[in-house]
C-alpha cells in the first residue's frame, strides 16, 4: 500500500473512533426523562465559509469545504479541506488557478485562523499558509 492508502485508513479509523466516543458521552439525566449533555461535540460537516490564506508569495481565496471538527463551547478546532483560488504570477501559467488545501484550523464562534498546505504541481511540493476565515 502506499503512504496515501494508510492515512486515508487512518482518518477514516480516527472518524469512526470519533463517533464511537461521542456515542458513549452522552448521559441520561436522572431529574430529567432522556436529557442528554453534551461537552465535547465531534462532527464531521461541510460549512459555509470564505477564507483569505498567504504564504509571503501567492494568495489563496478559499469558499469552505468538508471538515472533521472537535465542538467545545464557542471552540471549535477541525482539519478541513480547502478547495480554492490561487493567485500568483507564475508564467507561462495563468495568473488565477483553482486548487484545493488541507490543514488545521482554530475557530471561536464565525472567526477561524487556518494554517492549510497547498499543493503547487509545478513545483511537485506543499506550500505552508496562514490566514483567516469567516464562517456562515
Do not use: C, H
Not at 478546532?77 to 488557478?97: C, G, K, M, N, Q
Amino acid at each position: 500500500m502506499k503512504k496515501n492508502e494508510y492515512l486515508l485508513i487512518f482518518v477514516i479509523g480516527v472518524f469512526f473512533l470519533l463517533n464511537t466516543l461521542k456515542a458513549q458521552n452522552n448521559t441520561v439525566n436522572d431529574n430529567k426523562k432522556n436529557e442528554t449533555t453534551k461537552d465535547i461535540q465531534f462532527e464531521w460537516k461541510i460549512e459555509g465559509q470564505i477564507g483569505v490564506f498567504t504564504n509571503g508569495n501567492a494568495f489563496f481565496l478559499n469558499f469552505g469545504g468538508p471538515s472533521i471538527r472537535i465542538k467545545k463551547n464557542k471552540f471549535t478546532f477541525s482539519w478541513v479541506t480547502a478547495p480554492s483560488l490561487r493567485f500568483l504570477e507564475d508564467s507561462p501559467r495563468t495568473f488565477i488557478i483553482p486548487t484545493v488545501g488541507t490543514g488545521p484550523e482554530i475557530a471561536y464562534k464565525k472567526l477561524a485562523i487556518g494554517f492549510p498546505f497547498f499543493y503547487n504541481n509545478a513545483k511537485n511540493e506543499w506550500m505552508p499558509t496562514a490566514g483567516l476565515a469567516y464562517k456562515f
